[in-house]
């Protein structure tokens, strides 16, 4: 049995469909089943009159505290499916449910909500505002998921020192070496405790000694914060640490055993 297969708790009944939601749209309790489950997803698009076929049928279930991870070819449909996890675009055909709501069917405002409360992104070119200082960045997550002001220095400063950042908290951006920035959009992503943490290729642009702290502060959120990751790269050393390893070949995942 797959080792991610084997972390779906024991009580964990199949309920995406039914899951709760509180009336701002914000997540409901926990619930048993997967965080994000994607069903039969076909991506296509219009390219110069032809019809490119991206996604071909992908079947995916991401659990809480998972760390999975997508790896595959330049091209072969990564970022394209993780863009649909997150809701940044919706599938040309199957279904997606994050914590029970259905992304496939939801426009855009309603799946914009969700993503700014409940889901942090990590893009491998760092996404932080240039003129704001690594606390500010941070901060600014907080803002625009509607967290309390009276919440915000304590958890911005555990997220800044979690990442080894403590002394930096007000560097700019362009006052930070490149691993550090990375480590600000880091904090950024998991100040709004959101429950799916999606890294494109996040550690692309470090050294290997730079990659392997990035994946321990990664551990390190996996273990203390309730949220699962789901990361692209194309390192091998990297894979070792994940639960389970999705290959994309050509817009379908191979089973790599
Ligand atoms: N909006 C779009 N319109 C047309 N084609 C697209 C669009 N987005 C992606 N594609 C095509 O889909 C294919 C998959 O792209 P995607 O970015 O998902 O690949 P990837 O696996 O993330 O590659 P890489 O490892 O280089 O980041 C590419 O051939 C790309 O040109
Ligand atoms: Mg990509």
Redesign the pocket.
């Known amino acids: 049995m797959p080792v991610w297969l084997r972390r779906k708790p024991a009580t964990a009944s199949d309920n995406a469909g039914t899951a709760r939601e509180t009336p701002n749209g914000a997540p409901a309790a926990e619930t048993d089943g997967p965080l994000l489950s994607v069903r039969g997803v076909e991506r296509s ?1 219009d ?1 110069g009159g032809a019809r ?1 076929r ?1 996604l071909k049928g992908i079947n995916l279930e991401l659990f809480p505290k998972q760390l999975v991870m997508l790896k ?10 993780m863009n649909l996890m997150g809701g940044l675009d919706v599938p040309t055909e199957g279904t997606i449910h994050f914590r029970g709501r259905p992304f496939h069917e939801w426009n855009d405002d309603r799946r914009t909500e969700v993503r700014r409360r409940d889901i942090g992104f990590i893009f491998q070119a760092f996404a932080l505002m240039p003129l704001l200082s690594a606390y500010e960045n941070v901060e600014l997550s907080l803002r625009m998921a509607g967290v309390p002001r009276s919440e915000w220095k304590p958890r911005v400063t555990y997220c800044l020192e979690m990442v080894g950042l403590g002394k930096r908290m007000s560097h700019r951006p362009f006052e930070l070496s490149g691993g550090e920035q990375q480590r600000v959009a880091i904090a950024k992503a998991i100040a709004h405790r959101p429950s799916l943490l999606l890294a494109d ?1 996040p550690t692309a642009e470090l050294d290997s000694q730079m990659a392997a702290q990035i994946m321990n502060v990664f551990r390190e959120i996996v273990r203390t914060e309730n949220v699962s990751i789901c990361m ?1 790269t194309h390192d091998p050393t990297i894979m070792e640490v994940a639960d389970h390893v999705y290959e ?1 070949v050509d817009g379908v995942f191979v089973d790599n055993g």
């Open positions: 698009f390219v490119l991206v595959g070819r330049s091209g072969s449909g990564k970022t394209t499916l290729e692209t994309m």
